[in-house]
């Protein structure tokens, strides 16, 4: 599990170095994490306030991602469920 902390602490490093500022997936694609959706999930679920938007442009789709806010108690993923009580949801 080192790496995924490893793979979140670089994604959380990109975020907060953009001061809320809009990162392109292309900037978090060259970090060479190959579940980064997973990492961003896990952030999310540790506290941090992670905000994404879409937009299609000439048929394709672009993706950016921004840090709203840090939680004022950082969580391990590891100690959140994976779904809520009543199953999946």
Do not use: D
Request: hydrophobic share 35%; proline share 7%.
């Amino acid at each position: 599990m080192k790496g995924c902390s490893t793979q979140r602490a670089k994604i959380l490093s990109l975020l907060t170095a953009a001061r809320g500022g809009w990162v392109p997936l292309p900037e978090i694609l060259e970090l060479k994490i190959s579940q980064y959706g997973t990492r961003i999930l896990e952030l999310r679920r540790s506290g941090h306030k992670i905000e994404n938007k879409t937009e299609t442009v000439n048929g394709k789709r672009h993706s950016w991602f921004r840090l709203n806010s840090a939680p004022a108690v950082q969580r391990p993923p590891e100690s959140l469920p994976l779904f809520s009580e009543g199953g999946r949801g």
